[in-house]
């Protein structure tokens, strides 16, 4: 006979948890570090672990309301796949860059900025703020450089301010460093660096802080019975 029992939802859940938040932190760590610039098998990489966290989302009993962390560290994974397409290196085929890339980035940014608002820590609103700046100016050369539907003339007068405002903070006085090009490249990996920052500030993923012996605010005694209860010992 078999007498093994169906696990306790609560259990199964917090597993997954552990599961998902590992995943979601790891593909975020791979597709900043790849910054858009991979080789096809570190993109194949990348696919995979994305579809990964797809499906996972689809089958693991992930709760309804997530903790702010997991929300925030959505978003920037969002934000970073996004990013990590720029227009330039792709023939901006709608299959491989959203048609409306603005768009799409402003309607992810928007939601990471408010969750970054509304955390308490002080420094994810600082964050927020520098990524809200460096996404205005990214935008802006972005539709200028690869113009849609006529929005170049809307911008004309723009790119050459935004130029001279970030050759000091981007590119110092390398020679030809402000074309837009490159002053695009320098602004995608300033933005990427500040997901990482805020990464830094966030939880780490729960199943590395239990391999340390220490979860959170939960004693090492605490931490040791969940290593129990969910049979990491």
Known sequence: MDHRTEANPDTREEVDLLIFDY???????????????TSSSGNSDVCWLNNMLETLMKVLALPEVPSVDLRIKAQI??????????????????????????????????????????????KLKTHGARIAVLLSAYTALEEYQFPQNGSSDKLSEYPTEILKAVELRL????PGATRPAMVLHNL???ILNALMDIMKL????????????????LSRAETHQLREKIGLS
């Open 23 to 37: 995943l979601l932190c790891l593909t975020i760590e791979r597709v900043i570090n790849d910054g858009g610039e």
């Open 77 to 122: 994974l969002q934000l970073a796949n996004i990013l990590s397409k720029p227009r330039s290196q792709t023939n901006s085929t709608q299959e491989e860059v959203p048609q409306e890339l603005p768009t799409a980035l402003s309607t992810v940014a928007t939601s990471l900025i408010s969750l970054c608002d509304a955390a308490e820590k002080k």
């Open 171 to 174: 590119v110092g006085n390398n």
């Open 202 to 217: 966030l939880n780490p993923p729960i199943l590395n802080q239990i391999e340390r012996g220490k979860v959170g605010e």
């Open 188 to 190: 995608r990996s300033a």
